[in-house]
């Protein structure tokens, strides 16, 4: 089989709160008449994006075109759970024209774009391209990079301190990895904003990748698709801080799911989300809930002070109600304390 009568597949990294499934779920809306289908994982197995996307009532997105892996981080869980399950999708009578791989925000991509050289499917499967996506305005207010002048005055102090920050380990290989880098929530930049997160990024790489601009992950697909990277034969030239074989650890970081019941209003939920993102070391909240008294279902996101919310799609007849909120943070962050600010 030739290299171009195999399946391309686009592989959707970017840290939490940068707006991947935002993006995929626009990629789907408009997609034209092509068939996509979508593998999307996310940390622990407590994800929600997966639900986020199926049922969502896209014409042409069917429950069996969604894949969910919520049996660890994607990168870490090839053989297992990634492998099998894009056979699954190669084995249908009508295969997808196109996958679409939402990886974890904790996740590196290049192990994932390594697994694309097992036999199982190194002949059937071609990476397009890797896309990461920035959450521009956590960029620019310095979200992932150590203050140097801080940390040199650490050292003097302490020689024992060590560079060692976690989050900008995994933007880092996220960044290294990419064909194509989307800045999203530009619109909540200025141009000194934007010009910030440029310099930062390209601070962060060795070669020239383009840097496109996004509000709410709206692109044309023809920006995304089609890149025909083949990044899998292009290994190289992608650095990793984790070499081949190398074990990726995500003891840095923690998550629990927490149930909420419904409450009186969007904005009254949203304001305890903004209070239980203040908890020291909390990185994203994310998840629904239902408003007393609406038909449809609310969406809320909390990264750092930043609190989104809207309705995504009424309430299923059968459908249990139960609200449920996924919070990621620091190792050791104090559950306790955001479970009671959730509680109001």
């Excluded at 974890?104 to 036999?119: D, E, I, M, N, R």
Aim: glycine residues 8%.
């Amino acid at each position: 089989m030739s290299i171009v009568e195999k399946i391309p597949c686009t592989i959707v990294t970017g840290f939490l709160g940068a707006g991947k499934t935002t993006l995929v779920r626009h990629l789907v809306e408009n997609a034209g008449g092509r068939r996509l289908a979508i593998i999307v994982n996310e940390f622990g197995d407590i994800g929600f994006d997966g639900s986020f996307l199926a049922a969502c009532g896209i014409e042409g997105c069917q429950d069996e075109d969604i894949v969910e892996l919520a049996n660890g981080c994607i990168c870490c869980t090839v053989a297992d759970d990634f492998v099998p399950a894009l056979n699954k999708l190669l084995d249908r009578a009508d295969p997808p024209e196109h996958i679409l791989i939402e990886t974890s925000g904790l996740a590196l991509p290049k192990p994932l774009v390594q697994a694309f050289h097992w036999p199982a499917i190194r002949s059937r499967v071609t990476v397009d391209g890797v896309i990461a996506v920035i959450d521009g305005p956590a960029v620019a207010a310095g979200f992932f990079a150590d203050d140097p002048a801080a940390l040199a005055a650490q050292r003097a102090d302490d020689a024992s301190v060590d560079h060692d920050n976690p989050l900008e380990e995994v933007f880092e290989d996220q960044l290294l990895c990419a064909d194509l880098l989307v800045m999203n929530k530009a619109d909540l930049l200025d141009e000194a904003g934007k010009a910030k997160v440029r310099a930062e990024v390209e601070r962060q790489l060795p070669r020239a990748v383009k840097m496109v601009e996004s509000e709410h992950g709206r692109l044309d697909p023809r920006v995304i698709l089609g890149l025909g990277a083949a990044a899998e034969d292009d290994l190289d030239a992608r650095p990793s801080h984790h070499g081949e074989g190398e074990d990726h650890d995500h003891d840095d970081f923690d998550s629990v799911a927490i149930p909420v019941s419904s409450t009186a209003s969007a904005e009254d939920l949203a304001a305890r989300v903004a209070r239980a993102a203040e908890t020291k070391g909390v990185l994203r909240i994310k998840g629904f809930a239902e408003v007393t008294g609406k038909p449809m279902r609310l969406v809320v996101q909390g990264v750092g002070a930043r609190i989104a919310h809207h309705y995504d799609r009424p309430w299923r007849a059968s459908e249990n109600r139960d609200g449920r909120l996924v919070v990621i943070g620091l190792k050791g962050f104090d559950q306790a304390a955001v479970a009671s600010a959730l509680a109001g």
